[in-house]
């Protein structure tokens, strides 16, 4: 039987890990995804664990039939774990909806989800709990020593977490959803009943071989060793690791990007390290006693380790992230990365760190008759440790004296441990020499680099997101503005040629430039396509640009921001973000968006959510069916939303469930493409009116909405027929067109099948923005919506450019026949419209391109004009006809003279030619024909520069 239970002890931490990760998942949609939220979750978890572990072990539970007690409890927990995620959203509904306000205002919010937490899991992680001294308790007479038993079931536990751990990050909630993933938990439980009831049977044959329990065993702490060290040990011991664990998890999400996968990667190697360490204890107590002096040597090694790596975190993220962003769209390959860079941060110090609950378990327990209560004592204790340090490292030491120097405290304590086990009462020390030389080296080498700087990381190497805008982001000059290590994310604000983008874990989430016209687009769109909005909602605050946008129009808002660092940075983009963070129409949140929403009995004309890629772990809430749902719910008469959604690192199927979940709550949906990689969903109960005349005569009422979006730039020119062309060109999407774009889009993203986040991870660095917007346009009409309105209201020349332009993207995006018929509307309103027959000619190219490259075809774009003549040489000189493409060139020059835009449309041609000799002589040329020329200016420097 010896054998058999640690193999049985292994199935339990898979299902009590398993339970965990979906009780953090289901609670988080309830409390939110904030850190305070989710710590609160993991408290109440690791409280109950430990707690049910103490009154096991006073109680003795175990010592006889002790395979019969754990069958009982595993009863109990598969009984009672599927219920807690419905238990939470019961109490939380009937006990602290109604009292919220009131707990807020007085500061009890975060302690009152703690006591809902853990009245509601209490039973099923005290159960959880209780099975280790039980366990122990029934072992203990079967083998010599009880660290022996501890390190043996511990470690076993602990590699059965982390197969729970790859499990559920990397199969089961994406396949099965969360509702299947407990079933299967509580499938588990059902197996270790039966198990477990077998092996009481067979066991009852054994019992009487078994000595008597209850024989005094030697002192295991050494004579003079105070045993409060011991417990002061295990606390911080576990206050270490946790913090540790911590971040590392965040310093390798900003070298691989923060996926759930990275995340479980973490999470799995440092379970892995924890259980070997202690399955390697526990082997070795079964041949021979272990003192002090290995908790002091194990502890110098985690010093060690982590002096040894400490400086060298910028570096070593800059190099892994550069190989993550050179394996480009492979999974495999990310993955590895990942795996290795956590096995060399992780694993060693963690298998040194799984050395000290079973050894100081050892050294704690005096007798075998008391062997629960002592492993419930260590074990209540270490818990308490484990909550500390996570509290401590997330909302203290992090903010307080950022990543790095958390790190150096870890080590400091983790020095401090293994000091006291080397340098402690004078009879240890003959049996801890080796400990003491450990030590000592150590503390030098600790002082020697604390002293020289050791530790002083480049923030641009490791906050810089090289492995999402590769080695590059190193070289473009980015110093750093402001650096904030939060409880959540490292906010960083870089500047760049006075160019200013706010980072956040290395991925940049806004910009004073490229951004602009979608950050102000996500709060003027919906108002505009409202009737009189008075209360807008914003989730995320990013720039600020957004939120300040919104009190433009005259409207309170209320914007919810989960990182406080990334409030802090909104005085850096002051000048764009209309001083958002002291403008009193703006009540700035920093609490989880989804949840202030939930929580809020405030009724909005206007929600504008601005999340972050569904990629990035605990985003994906943010895109569920009953995320909508509660929006629409949260939403007043004539309410809209708006939804923003990239078309980087997105594949079309991902998107068109986005669309379709969406449309599930909104049966109004309309598509609009803000900038080039940006587009905006506007969702509403009933169809959004293309009321032109209304849009402009609100637009009159807020001239400073129009100057803020005519000087954004984004898609379309605004001074290319004004408003009602704007807007029309920006319309992908509309009406009927879009239900049949969703029509068979069956699965849904949803809180309960949360796939989004796992697809869109495997599909990282995937850029399928042209297939996302041919499947759009593939299913649209091919006239500008609302054409009537368009041709009433405009000139003929503003209408033919926004045909143009709508014929540009359906050429562009695998729609050449309507971009052809299109076309031919605007011919017959403005036949000599400047550079129409160049526009006719791509798209007869795109339909046969020997009949374009025909000399009359070719002739008949030439003769319009001097722009035709230059576009008609780029593309010819594209798509490899260089001669042709010279030939242009050389024809502008004899009708139009020798203009700066000729020399530099030749040295473009050369470029393409490979010789960059002549390019730069050409782009010289043209300099010295407008030397003001900033374009001209970064072509030549990047010529020298290579």
């Known amino acids: 039987m010896i054998r058999t239970i640690p193999l049985l002890f292994f199935v339990s931490g898979f299902v009590a890990l398993l339970y965990e990760i979906l009780w953090i998942r289901e609670l988080g949609y309830i409390f939110g995804a904030s850190s305070a939220a989710i710590s609160t979750v993991v408290a109440a978890y690791l409280g109950g664990l430990a707690s049910g572990a103490w009154i096991a072990g006073q109680q003795g539970w175990g010592k006889r039939r002790g395979l019969l007690f754990y069958a009982v409890l595993e009863i109990g927990i598969a009984i009672t774990g599927p219920l807690v995620p419905w238990a939470v959203r019961f109490g939380d509904r009937v006990f602290l909806d109604p009292v919220w306000d009131s707990l807020s205002d007085i500061g009890l919010a975060q302690a009152a989800r703690f006591l809902l937490a853990l009245v509601v899991m209490w039973i099923p992680t005290a159960l959880m709990g209780a099975t280790l001294p039980i366990l122990c308790t029934s072992l203990v007479d079967r083998v010599e020593r009880p660290g022996e038993v501890v390190g043996r ?168 992230g550069a190989q993550v962003f050179a394996a480009e769209s492979s999974f495999l390959a990310r993955g590895t990365w990942c795996l290795g860079l956590c096995f060399l941060l992780c694993l060693l ?39 500390t340090g ?81 080695p590059d982001s190193l070289k473009v000059g980015r110093s750093p503005l402001s650096v904030h290590d939060g409880s959540a994310a490292t906010v960083v604000v870089f500047e760049a040629d006075q160019r200013r983008s706010l980072a956040v874990n290395g991925k940049v989430d806004g910009s004073n430039a490229g951004d602009m016209a979608t950050q102000l687009l996500v709060p003027y ?17 990013g720039t600020g640009v957004s939120a300040g946008a919104a009190a433009r129009f005259g409207s309170n808002v209320v914007c919810a921001e989960i990182e406080q660092g990334v409030l802090d940075a909104s005085r850096y983009f002051s000048e764009v973000n209309f001083n958002a963070h002291q403008d009193s129409q703006v009540q700035l949140r920093c609490e989880d968006g989804r949840s202030l929403l939930r929580r809020s009995p405030q009724q909005f004309d206007v929600i504008a959510t601005e999340p972050s890629n569904p990629w990035m772990a605990g985003i994906s809430n943010l895109f569920t069916r009953e995320f909508y749902e509660l929006c629409e719910s949260r939403l007043a008469p004539d309410g ?55 849009l402009e005569s609100r637009l009159r009422r807020h001239p400073k909405v129009a100057r803020d979006l005519s000087g954004a730039g984004g898609q379309f020119d605004w001074n290319a027929g004004g408003a009602s062309a704007y807007f029309s060109a920006l319309l992908i999407l509309h009406g009927s067109d879009v239900d049949q774009y969703v029509q068979g889009q069956e699965r849904l993203v949803t809180d309960d099948e949360p796939f989004l986040e796992f697809t869109a991870a495997r599909r990282m660095r995937t850029y399928a ?23 009433a209201r405009l000139p003929a020349p503003a209408l033919s450019q926004v045909r143009r332009y709508l014929a540009s993207e359906f050429r562009k995006y695998g729609q050449p026949q309507k971009a052809r018929k299109v076309l031919d509307s605007a011919t017959r309103a403005t036949p000599n419209q400047t550079g129409l027959a160049f526009d006719q000619w791509l798209v007869q190219r795109a339909l046969s391109p020997s009949e ?24 010819l000189s594209k798509a490899g006809e260089h001669e042709l493409a010279a030939g242009m060139v050389e024809r502008h020059i004899r009708e139009f003279g020798e203009t700066a835009e000729a020399w530099e449309q030749r040295g473009d041609n050369w470029i393409r030619r490979g010789d960059r000799q002549r390019a730069g002589d050409a782009y010289q040329s043209a300099q010295n024909k407008a030397p003001g020329n900033a374009r001209l200016r970064r072509k030549l420097e990047d010529l020298r520069g290579d």
């Not at 997330?394 to 080590?411: D, E, K, M, S």
């Not at 939303?641 to 449309?663: G, H, K």
């Not at 759009?776 to 009409?781: G, M, P, S, V, Y």
């Open 390 to 470: 996570s509290a401590a490292a997330t909302f203290f030491l992090a903010p307080a004296i950022g990543l790095q120097h958390t790190l150096w405290t870890l080590t400091v304590l983790s020095l401090g441990v293994a000091a006291l086990f080397s340098l402690g009462p004078a009879s240890t020390r003959r049996k801890s020499i080796p400990a003491v030389l450990v030590g000592s080296a150590v503390a030098g080498v600790f002082l020697v680099s604390m002293s020289s700087g050791w530790a002083s990381w480049d923030p641009v190497k490791i906050y810089g997101g090289v492995s999402l805008y590769g």
């Open 349 to 387: 110090p963690s298998f040194f760190m799984g050395v000290a609950f079973p050894l100081l378990s050892e050294l704690w327990i005096q007798r075998r008759d008391r062997i629960g209560a002592g492993v419930g004592a260590v074990y209540l204790i270490s818990t308490l440790g484990g909550v």
């Open 769 to 791: 923005g042209p297939d996302i917007l041919g499947s759009l346009l593939a299913h649209r009409q091919a006239e500008p919506y609302g054409r009537q309105q368009l041709e």
């Open 153 to 320: 079931l511990y470690g076993w536990n602990t590699l059965g977490g982390v197969l729970g751990c790859f499990a559920a990050g990397f199969f089961f909630i994406e396949s099965l959803g969360l509702s299947a993933s407990l079933m299967v938990a509580a499938a588990g439980n059902g197996f270790l009943v039966m198990a477990a009831l077998l092996l009481h049977m067979r066991d009852s044959h054994e019992s009487a071989n078994v000595r008597e329990s209850g024989q005094a065993t030697p002192t295991l702490a050494p004579p003079g060793f105070p045993r409060q060290w011991i417990l002061l040990a295990v606390f911080v011991t576990s206050f270490t690791s946790i913090g540790f664990e911590l971040i590392w998890s965040r310093i390798i999400a900003l070298a691989v990007g923060g996926t759930v996968y990275a995340f479980s990667t973490v999470l799995g190697t440092f379970l892995l390290g924890l259980g070997l360490g202690s399955l390697w204890i526990g082997a070795r107590l079964k041949r021979r006693a272990c003192g002090p002096g290995v908790i002091a040597v194990t502890q110098g090694a985690v010093v060690a380790w982590s002096l040894l790596t400490l400086g060298f975190h910028d570096d070593l993220t800059a190099w892994v």
């Open 852 to 875: 374009a490259l025909a000399p009359e075809a070719l002739e008949q774009v030439a003769r319009r004009d001097a722009e035709s003549l230059l576009r008609l040489s780029t593309e």
């Open 640 to 694: 809209v939303v708006c939804q923003f959604i990239q078309l980087y690192w997105i594949s079309p199927d991902e998107y068109r469930a986005i669309v379709a979940t969406m449309n599930s709550v909104f049966p109004a949906i309309s598509v609009f493409r803000s900038t080039i990689g940006d587009t905006l969903l506007l969702g509403s109960r009933e169809r959004l009116s293309l009321d032109f005349e209304a």
């Open 525 to 541: 769109l919906p108002q505009l396509f409202h009737p009189d909005p008075k209360e807008v909602f914003i989730l995320g605050y």
